[in-house]
């Protein structure tokens, strides 16, 4: 990921030192405020991209095919001018509702440049100022160079190796449209059902309009959103990261709606490094939101315990009644926790099988939630076939564990494919702290949430996520999916190389 972050300083960088004359122009320019910002590390770090690629595909010619088509294109002179080394990118902003672009590209002289690359653009002319127009079937565009640099006006690439986008650039009535947009299919698809309560439905659109105004919010304060695809060949390693930056009025603001406001969460470390897939998120809301929350809450546990009372496959009434308790203290505990205006959660899965499964919530109080599920397993002793609970089973670093152990035929009847992820058995592990809880599932449920601890504990590694961060290895998903019945071979291939 560094090559991306330090592509996309750069890419600020640069835009800053191209749009510093206008703005002594124009202090209020757009283009000094670039709303979309893509980052490509380089021409090197293409080839050897493509290098890879011809390995996974069982293509080892690949990188000599497209080095042969470049060297076409340019009658052999390859592309001369052009500093390889160095990150391209582009910019862009709005003028209005117009959108605008350029691109920037590391050369040594931009001449040379257009000269190998005439056969495919034609010969640029000179408009002078240094300035060269190139004519395309569909657009004009203008190049320019300055210092080390090439700018090109309106050339938009697709290169998806870094990207981020300033939501407070776009311009407002364009977010007011894609709201005002979003609003009218949500409230068309929120259609009263042949035989639903009239409770429920209007239970229904209010919660659609929670959602909505939940999305507004985070238009008005988040500031960016960065997507980063890092290919790593010397690791193997092929990753996407996402994350969300809050304006600077959003962290500074104490009411209304601050959520970048939240304090450090304290399951952060549940987003465990190396993981295929992990997410940290951790925000506050206000007092308003959080009041907001507790009607659907209510309703969630109606719910579940209409649910409970008409199953019938819950014969024992004594388990009836255990599991109406439980969900009336979790609830219970959902209310404080929203009470509180802060949610914060982490977690990670594993790619290696058997699976290993790490989610961290923050809730209002660790040792009433314990108690609500320690009573509920208690009490579940008494009943014939309760599945077996070994209680404080291990303490760490404030939080006491509990650990459950069954077979995964038992739990996932005639499923396969859950044998094949989880092993033989499917092992649960609970922990709680004072404002913690934690569930693993996997035999290393234990160490993954010892693990969970330890890196929450560490001050400087929480500061270090964003309020939003969610990742994924793409070679351990793949891997993962080739372990399933009647998967594509080329799955296989795919870990091996990634």
Request: charged fraction near 15%; charge should be negative; include cysteine.
């Amino acid at each position: 990921m560094n090559r991306l972050v330090a592509g996309l300083v750069c890419a600020g960088l640069v835009w800053s030192a191209a749009v510093a004359p206008a703005q002594n122009q124009a202090e209020d320019s757009v283009l000094a405020r670039p709303a979309l910002v893509v980052a490509f590390s380089g021409y090197d770090a293409l080839k050897s991209d493509v290098a890879m690629l011809g390995e996974l595909t069982n293509n080892p010619n690949l990188l000599a095919s497209f080095e042969g088509t470049i060297a076409m294109l340019t009658h052999q002179q390859g592309l001369a001018g052009l500093d390889s080394g160095r990150p391209w990118g582009v910019l862009g902003a709005f003028t209005g509702t117009q959108a605008q672009a350029v691109a920037f590209v590391p050369v040594t002289d931009v001449s040379h440049l257009l000269d190998a690359l005439e056969g495919v653009v034609g010969t640029p002319e000179d408009l002078g100022n240094g300035i060269q127009r190139i004519e395309t079937p569909n657009i004009a565009l203008f190049v320019k160079q300055q210092g080390s640099w090439a700018y090109i006006a309106q050339a938009l690439q697709d290169y998806d190796l870094a990207v981020r986008l300033s939501v407070q650039n776009i311009p407002q009535n364009l977010r007011d449209q894609a709201i005002d947009q979003i609003r009218n299919v949500a409230r068309l698809a929120t259609v009263r059902q042949s035989g639903q309560a009239e409770e429920e439905f209007r239970q229904q659109q209010q919660n659609v309009e929670m959602q909505l105004a939940a999305l507004s919010l985070v238009l008005e304060q988040v500031d960016h959103v960065t997507l980063g695809l890092l290919v790593d060949g010397k690791a193997r390693k092929l990753a996407i990261d996402v994350g969300l930056e809050f304006t600077e009025a959003a962290v500074q603001q104490a009411g209304g709606a601050p959520l970048a406001t939240a304090p450090a969460s304290l399951v952060a470390g549940a987003m465990l490094p190396g993981a295929l897939g992990a997410l940290h998120f951790n925000v506050a809301g206000p007092a308003e939101q959080a009041a907001g929350l507790a009607a659907p809450i209510q309703t969630l546990r109606t719910e579940w315990l209409e649910n409970i009372e008409q199953d019938t496959k819950i014969h024992d009434p004594r388990l009836k009644a255990l599991l109406k308790q439980l969900v009336i203290d979790l609830t219970d505990e959902m209310q404080a926790t929203a009470a509180r205006g802060q949610f914060a959660l982490a977690a990670s899965v594993s790619g290696q099988t058997p699976l290993g499964v790490v989610v961290g919530v923050q809730v209002s109080d660790g040792a009433r939630l314990e108690a609500a599920i320690k009573r509920f397993m208690e009490g579940g002793k008494q009943i014939p076939g309760f599945p077996a609970v070994k209680l404080d089973a291990a303490e760490y670093n404030g939080a006491r564990f509990h650990t459950l152990s069954l077979p995964t035929a038992e739990v996932f009847p005639n499923d396969e494919s859950a044998k094949k992820l989880l092993g033989p058995t499917f092992d649960a592990t609970l922990a709680f702290g004072p404002q913690t809880a934690y569930l693993a599932i996997g035999p290393k449920g234990v160490e993954l949430v010892k693990q969970a601890l330890d890196l929450s504990s560490k001050t400087e590694a929480v500061a270090e996520l964003p309020p939003f961060k969610a990742s994924i290895s793409l070679g351990q998903l793949a891997g993962l999916l080739a372990q399933q019945p009647n998967s594509n071979p080329m799955l296989a291939m795919m870990a091996l190389q990634l």
